[in-house]
């Protein structure tokens, strides 16, 4: 299965190379290397075949990491071989898993073409963080028909966006794409900038690896790229088990790509072979080595070769044993033979790796760190809907959407209003006063506090509800009304507006994001009657404080990356009846009634669809179809 790309985050800290020492690689002359092109078939003739530099570990007795090592352990002295490795052995691979993003470079392209195949590439990248190959390129191709050029993405709007990315996952990578199109349209007549640094200086939503890997491709700059793929790869070249994400370990390893890259005649298709190498040969587990073009070179596999010849000498280890693979020994460690190998003088000590794991082999690099455990979070979701009465028919039950805001988790898509992030210990008592101060804040006329708590909690005196709606009104900012269709208009006051007719609990939705493994506590709020046959108006832009719009996972961010996507939706008729399928057209409002039959088709994520499928089931498991749960 082809491996997803592994991006730790794009908006990432950039860390520039330090400057490293390059000790020549001392010891014997290595063997010529002869390979067959699996593309063209073709032999390497003699005359340009070039030597492959073993790694240092394998020129002396030492093994790396039992005992004290020198730095140029991790630096790249030779790296042409490495390139023309790299280069032979993705001609025959590159066409393989039929991406339609890869294409040639072409010199001939004049800087309109390269602005457009540096959109292409773009949009690929974003769309292969975490995600796999083979799922991306459907998105692909569907997104490329509806948005051909950055121009015509820039003049769309965060819901066209997210209708094309709908079911793709993590919704921000959208927004940065909208955002970042929208910068270059305004800043740089509709094309990305033409070099790296600038690029991630100026575009939101480009970090250094997607700057690297766009100017590389579509502009041939010889600029580096470290994803999660080659950070891998050069981890297990260069023999580097230090944890993960130091800077000092980010900063040997841009170093290494820098160094592939630096002379590179074809620096695009030298950074695409290295993420290629990464994904589908240098894997996580089970790595291919025997078919890795880059063997010879790779400090992991010749420190593993030679810990398993000490090994088998101590162990009796089998003769076929692979190297690549997670292979312990009974506990016996490659450091008792740390004898074997002279100490290097003090000033080139490597202080960056850790020792390794007993009996550890390739995969022991790069070095393991403890996931971090995912932080339990519970939300509130009130499901609100709106009949004219208890016999209404789907075309007259009407449900009520919040858009999240342009930026942080779930950008810029729809949800039932949400108390987000509330403890874990809230009673239903409670949950039916959040549901109470939500309504107040989204209905312009909103109904006097529930008068039918869930089941099984505690009821408040009439009197005590009433003197608290009275309260809540008095201190609620007085709500921003604009014409912006019969669904919002002046309220008429709270005696001819709509009533709560029950809260009923709708159980528990689990929803896993990458660092939040979110509990959605879920309630069916149903309001019935007003003054008219179409849902109570709503308050355009709501000062909910929090319960519907809860912090972003991000508190902080660059100044590059403030930019939220804000284009005006495209002209649309008005009114809840304006839309043939019946759901009323984007409006720029962050409130928004949709009927019960178009509530799936909004603009929603995964996690809000659980949530409405689960609150289906409760009028839909009734007998003949009714809801009344009386």
């Given amino acids: 299965m082809a491996r997803k790309r592994k991006i730790e985050s794009d908006d990432d800290s950039s860390f520039e190379p330090i400057k490293q020492r390059r000790n020549a690689v001392m010891g014997r002359k290595p063997a010529k290397r002869q390979t067959k092109s699996k593309g063209a078939g073709r032999k390497r003739d003699a005359s340009d075949a070039e030597y492959l530099p073993e790694a240092e570990v394998v020129e002396s007795s030492e093994i790396p990491h039992t005992r004290p090592h020198r730095v140029s352990l991790h630096v790249i002295a030779h790296a042409a071989p490495l390139r023309e490795a790299l280069l032979e052995w993705y001609e025959g691979v590159h066409a393989s898993r039929g991406m ?23 949009v690929s990248e974003i769309m292969l963080q975490q995600t796999q190959v083979a799922t991306v390129i459907p998105y692909y191709n569907k997104w490329m028909e509806k948005f051909p050029t950055i121009r015509d993405l820039a003049a769309s709007n965060i819901d066209a966006v997210n209708s094309i990315w709908k079911g793709l996952g993590y919704y921000s990578r959208a927004a940065r794409l909208l955002s970042g199109a929208q910068k270059a349209v305004q800043d740089f007549k509709g094309r990305l900038p033409d070099n790296a640094e600038e690029m991630e200086k100026t575009i939101p939503g480009i970090g250094r690896y ?20 080659v950070h891998r790869l050069l981890s297990r070249i260069l023999a580097l088990h230090a944890p993960p994400k130091a800077k000092q370990t980010l900063d ?114 790069p070095m393991k760190v403890e996931k971090k455990k995912a932080r339990e979070e519970l939300d509130i979701v009130n ?41 874990v210990t809230t009673p239903p008592s409670a949950q039916t006063k959040i549901a109470d101060k939500l309504l107040s804040a989204l209905l312009v006329s909103p ?41 919002v208009a002046t309220s008429k006051g709270a005696e001819s ?16 994001f990458s660092h939040i493994r979110k509990t959605y506590r879920v309630q069916w709020v149903v309001l019935e009657g007003g003054s008219s046959d179409e849902p109570p108006p709503l308050v355009p832009e709501p000062e909910l404080a929090g319960p519907a719009f809860p912090k972003t996972s ?41 009927l019960l039959d178009a509530v799936a088709d909004a603009n929603i994520g995964t996690g809000v669809l659980k949530i409405w499928r689960q609150v289906r089931a409760l009028w839909e498991a009734s007998v003949g179809g009714t809801d009344d749960d009386s």
């Fill in 100 to 122: 339609p993003w890869r294409k040639p470079f072409e010199h001939s392209w004049d800087a309109e073409q390269k602005a457009q195949r540096a959109y292409e590439v773009w």
């Fill in 210 to 229: 997607s700057a690297g890997a766009i100017c590389s491709i579509a502009y041939n700059e010889r600029v580096p790229v470290l994803d999660g793929n």
């Fill in 252 to 365: 040997v390893l841009w170093a290494g790509a820098a160094v592939l890259v630096k002379d590179a005649d074809r620096p695009g298709d030298l950074n695409q072979a290295l993420i290629e190498l990464g994904s589908t040969v240098c894997k996580v587990r089970d790595p291919s080595c025997d078919t890795c073009p880059l063997q010879r070179a790779c400090g992991a596999y010749a420190a593993a070769s030679k810990r398993l010849q000490h090994l088998r000498g101590n162990a009796n280890g089998s003769e076929d044993e692979p190297v690549c693979k997670d292979t312990q020994y009974g506990g016996t460690s490659a450091s008792s033979s740390a004898d074997l190998a002279p100490v290097p003088d003090i000033e080139e000590f490597c202080k960056l790796c850790e020792p390794l794991p007993d009996g550890s082999l390739v995969t022991a690099y």
């Fill in 383 to 423: 499901v609100i809907e709106w009949r004219k009465g208890a016999t209404a028919t789907a075309q007259e039950r009407w449900f009520l959407l919040v858009r999240r805001p342009g930026g942080g988790l779930l950008a810029g898509l729809q949800e039932f209003p949400t108390s987000s992030n509330v403890p």
């Fill in 447 to 487: 109904p006097p506090r529930s008068s039918r708590p869930p089941h099984g909690s505690d009821r408040e005196s009439e009197e005590e509800r009433g003197r608290q709606s009275q309260a809540y009104r008095r201190s609620r900012p007085k709500p921003k009304l604009t014409a912006a269709g019969s669904n």
């Fill in 497 to 512: 507006g709509p009533r709560v007719v029950k809260i009923v609990p709708a159980g528990d939705v689990l929803h896993i």
């Fill in 554 to 594: 991000k508190g902080r961010s660059s100044r590059k990356n403030r930019t939220i996507a804000t284009s005006p939706p495209e002209p649309q008729p008005q009114g809840p009846g304006a839309s043939p399928n019946g759901l009323p057209p984007p409006s720029g409002q962050t409130t928004q009634w949709v």
